[in-house]
C-alpha cells in the first residue's frame, strides 16, 4: 500500500487560499489597531482643535507697566506638564501706550520665531537671528519678517493686566493670523 | 589557538555561516578599487558604530526631560568621570559622520558609481544622507540649551508655513502648544530609536548591493556603461583582473577607519564637547542663538531671502534637491563614469562646494545681525571726532544713543547690516542723509518718529563729516546755485 501523495492541487489551493485569507485577517487587524495608534499620535492636533489650548492668563498689576514705556513680562504657559521645568515659563513684551490702551507683543519674532529685544533708546524690536527690526508698534520696520510682531489679546481687569495666550504663535498658524500686529498710529 | 578554533568549529557546525563569510571575504574585486579613494564609505559606517556605542554610554546618565536634560549634561560634563570626553566623541563623531557621507557622495558621484546596476544603492544612499542629516538635527535638539530651544521655534516657523497642515505640523512636531515637555521626549525618540532604527535597516540593504552588485571599477575615459553589456563586461574585468577583497582592498578601508577614530578622539580630547550653552529658559531673551556647523549654510540662505520667496524656497526647495538626488540614477543611468569627460557633474560639485562653504562662512560671521550692545560698547574711533565742530560731536554721540552703531560700522568698527559709513558723505548730500534718516527705506527702519529735529540736525551735521580727508562731500549743485555760494562754503566743511 502506499500512501496518497499529500499534496494534491486541490490542497495547494486550499492552502493558499488560508494564506491570503490570514494575510487579510492581519491586514483588518492592523486597520482596527491602526486607529487608536494614530489618534494616539494625532492627539496634540485634536486638543488644539476641540479644546484649543489659550485661556486668559494675568500679567500682573497695571503698576508694572509705566505709560508710554514697553517692558518685559513673563507667565507660566496654562497647558504644562509636571517635567516642563522652566520652558513653560514664556515671555512678552508690554507696552502701554498711552495709560488707556496696550499692546502685548509675542516674544517670537515673526520671521522665524527667535526672541526679538526691545530697545528703548532708538525705539526699535531687534532680533538676534537673522536681523529683523521692527517699530515700537510692533510693524515691520526692516529685514527678512513678512509682518509685525504677533500681539496677544489683552484685557483689564481689576487692575490686572490679562492677555489671552496658551500657543507659540508661528507665521502659518491660525493664532498669529487672528492676531495680527496692525500699524497704530500711537 | 586550538582552543579557539575549536570554539569556532563548534559554533561554525550550528550557525553555518563559515562559507558565506569567506565567499564575501574573498569576492574579487576591480584591481584599482583597493584604492584611498574607496575607503569613505566604511570610514561612515564606523563613525555610525562609534555613534551606536557613544550614544548608548550618554543614555546611561542623559535624562530625556525637559526639565532635567539641561542638568543631565552639566553632571556628564563636570560630575561623571570622563563624561566630557564620550560626550565630546558623540559630537564630533557627528560632525565627522556628516562630513564623511558627504565627501563618500561626492566621491561616488564623481566617479559614477549611480550608473547601472546602482541606481538603488544611490537612491538608498540618499536616504541615508537624509537620515544622518536628522540625526545630526535631533542631536542638536538633545543638548537641550538656549540654541536648541530656538532651533526648534526656527523649526515650528517653517513647519507652520506649509499650506493647510502647518498649524497641525507644529502641535505635531512640538507635541503640542509649545515648545516644552513632550517636545524633547519626542525628538529623543526620533534620535535614539526610529531614525536609528531606519538607519540600520538601509545600511544593512545599502552593504548587500555593494555585495550583490559589485564595488564600482574604476571609472576610463571611453569606458561606456550601457544596461545591455555593463553585466558581463564587469564580471570579466573581476574574473580577469580582480583581486580578493580581503586582504587586497581591505587593509586600506582599515587603516583609514582608524585614522578617522583617532581624529575623533584627538578632536574629542583637545577641543572637548559641545555645549550645552545656556539652559533652555525662554524668559532669558539675551541670546543669540545658531545652529551647528553643518546647518550654517541654511541659517545664511534664511536670512537673505525675501520675504516673498521664503516659504516657497523652503517648502519646495528640498522637495527638488531631494527629487533631482533621486532621479539622477534614472536620468545619468548610462554613459561615461570618469569625471574626466563630465564636466558637467564636475561644476556642479565645484559650484555647490563654493556655495554651501561661502553661506556656511556668513553663517559663522551672521553681518546681517545686529551688534546689539555696539551701541554702548564699541566707541567711535577718535580720528572721526578731533576738530569737529560742537554740533558735529553732538551727532556723533546721537549716532550712538540711537544705536546706528548696531547696524554701520565706523572704521571696520561696529554693525554690518547697513553699509560701513565711513565714506557716507561721498554718496549722500545733505538732503539725502536727512532723508534717509528720517524716512528710512533700502531696509533701513525710518526714524523720524524717534529723533527731534536738533538731533537730526546734529546726527546729519556728524555724517557729514565721514569723507577721505582729500575728497569734497557730496552736494547737490542746484541747491548751490538757488542758496549762493554761502551753502556751498557750509556743505564743505569737513577734516
Known amino acids: 500500500m502506499t500512501e496518497p501523495t499529500r499534496t494534491t492541487s486541490t490542497d495547494v489551493s486550499r492552502r493558499a487560499a488560508l494564506v491570503k485569507l490570514g494575510l487579510l485577517l492581519n491586514g483588518i487587524v492592523g486597520v482596527i489597531l491602526a486607529i487608536p495608534i494614530v489618534r494616539y499620535i494625532l492627539s496634540p492636533v485634536a486638543h488644539a482643535r476641540k479644546i484649543g489650548y489659550e485661556s486668559w492668563l494675568s500679567l500682573g498689576g497695571l503698576e508694572k507697566f509705566p505709560e508710554g514705556q514697553t517692558r518685559l513680562a513673563t507667565y507660566r504657559n496654562p497647558v504644562v506638564n509636571p517635567w516642563d521645568g522652566e520652558t513653560a515659563d514664556i515671555a512678552c513684551w508690554v507696552r502701554n501706550v498711552d495709560g488707556q490702551n496696550f499692546q502685548v507683543f509675542a516674544i517670537n519674532c515673526a520671521h522665524l520665531g527667535c526672541p526679538v529685544r526691545w530697545f528703548p533708546q532708538s525705539n526699535l524690536f531687534m532680533c538676534p537671528c537673522h536681523g529683523g527690526a521692527y517699530y515700537q508698534d510692533g510693524s515691520r520696520a526692516s529685514g527678512p519678517p513678512p509682518r509685525g510682531l504677533f500681539t496677544y489679546h489683552y484685557k483689564i481687569d481689576d487692575g490686572k493686566l490679562f492677555i ?4 507659540m504663535p508661528t507665521t502659518g498658524s491660525p493664532v498669529a493670523s487672528r492676531n495680527s500686529a496692525r500699524s497704530t498710529c500711537a | 589557538m586550538r582552543v579557539i578554533a575549536k570554539v569556532w568549529e563548534w559554533l561554525d557546525q550550528r550557525l553555518q555561516l563559515g562559507p558565506a563569510i569567506r565567499e564575501t571575504a574573498e569576492h574579487p574585486v576591480p584591481r584599482e578599487t583597493a584604492s584611498w579613494f574607496y575607503v569613505f564609505g566604511s570610514a561612515a559606517l564606523t563613525c555610525f558604530i562609534l555613534q551606536i556605542a557613544t550614544g548608548i554610554l550618554l543614555a546611561l546618565i542623559y535624562v530625556p526631560s525637559a526639565g532635567e536634560a539641561w542638568n543631565s549634561l552639566q553632571i556628564l560634563n563636570h560630575g561623571i568621570t ?5 560626550r565630546a566623541l558623540h559630537g564630533w563623531g557627528s560632525n565627522f559622520m556628516v562630513a564623511i557621507v558627504l565627501i563618500h557622495m561626492v566621491q561616488v558621484f564623481l566617479f559614477g558609481a549611480y550608473k547601472f546596476p546602482r541606481e538603488l544603492t544611490w537612491m538608498v544612499g540618499v536616504f541615508l544622507l537624509l537620515m544622518t542629516l536628522a540625526m545630526a538635527f535631533t542631536g542638536q535638539v538633545l543638548r537641550f540649551d538656549q540654541d536648541a530651544y530656538w532651533g526648534l521655534g526656527i523649526g515650528a516657523s517653517i513647519a507652520s508655513r506649509v499650506p493647510v497642515i502647518g498649524p497641525w505640523a507644529v502641535n505635531l512636531m512640538l507635541g503640542g502648544p509649545i515648545i516644552a515637555g513632550p517636545t524633547l521626549s519626542r525628538f529623543f525618540a526620533v534620535h535614539v530609536f526610529l531614525v536609528p532604527g531606519l538607519l540600520i535597516a538601509f ?27 555593463y553585466l558581463q563586461e564587469y564580471h570579466k574585468l573581476t574574473q580577469q583582473d580582480g583581486v580578493a577583497f580581503v586582504p587586497y582592498a581591505v ?3 582599515i587603516f583609514f577607519s582608524a585614522f578617522i577614530l583617532l581624529s575623533i578622539a584627538a578632536c574629542a580630547f583637545y577641543f572637548g564637547p559641545f555645549g550645552p550653552s545656556g539652559q533652555p529658559d525662554p524668559t532669558i531673551i539675551q541670546t543669540s542663538p545658531h545652529p551647528d556647523f553643518f546647518f550654517l549654510w541654511l541659517y545664511a540662505v534664511l536670512s537673505f531671502l525675501p520675504p516673498s520667496a521664503e516659504t516657497p524656497v523652503l517648502l519646495i526647495g528640498p522637495a527638488i534637491a531631494i527629487a533631482v538626488l533621486l532621479l539622477l540614477p534614472f536620468v545619468a543611468g548610462e554613459g561615461e563614469k570618469s569625471w574626466r569627460r563630465r564636466p558637467i557633474a564636475v561644476l556642479t560639485i565645484l559650484l555647490t562646494a563654493v556655495m554651501l562653504s561661502s553661506l556656511t562662512q556668513l553663517g559663522l560671521h551672521t553681518p546681517w545681525s545686529p551688534v546689539m550692545d555696539a551701541w554702548s560698547s564699541l566707541p567711535i574711533p577718535s580720528e572721526y571726532l578731533q576738530g569737529r565742530t560742537a554740533l558735529e560731536r553732538r551727532g556723533a554721540l546721537v549716532f550712538q544713543a540711537k544705536q546706528c552703531h548696531n547696524c554701520h560700522s565706523l572704521d571696520d568698527v561696529g554693525g554690518k547690516r547697513g553699509p560701513a559709513l565711513d565714506r557716507v558723505a561721498l554718496r549722500l548730500t545733505q538732503d539725502q542723509l536727512i532723508r534717509q534718516v528720517i524716512q528710512g527705506g533700502g531696509n533701513m527702519p525710518a526714524y523720524g518718529k524717534n529723533l527731534s529735529p536738533a538731533e537730526t540736525t546734529a546726527l546729519v551735521g556728524f555724517l557729514e563729516t565721514l569723507h577721505p580727508p582729500g575728497q569734497p562731500p557730496a552736494s547737490n549743485a542746484a541747491r548751490d546755485v538757488v542758496l549762493g555760494a554761502d551753502a556751498a562754503g557750509s556743505s564743505a566743511t569737513g577734516p
Open chain 2, 203 to 229: 545600511v544593512s540593504v545599502h552593504l548587500l548591493m555593494v555585495l550583490k552588485l559589485g564595488i564600482n571599477e574604476w571609472p576610463m575615459p571611453g569606458r561606456i556603461v550601457r544596461r545591455a553589456t
Open chain 1, 164 to 167: 489671552k495666550a496658551g500657543e
Open chain 2, 82 to 86: 570622563l563624561g566630557w570626553f564620550v
Open chain 2, 251 to 253: 587593509w586600506k578601508d
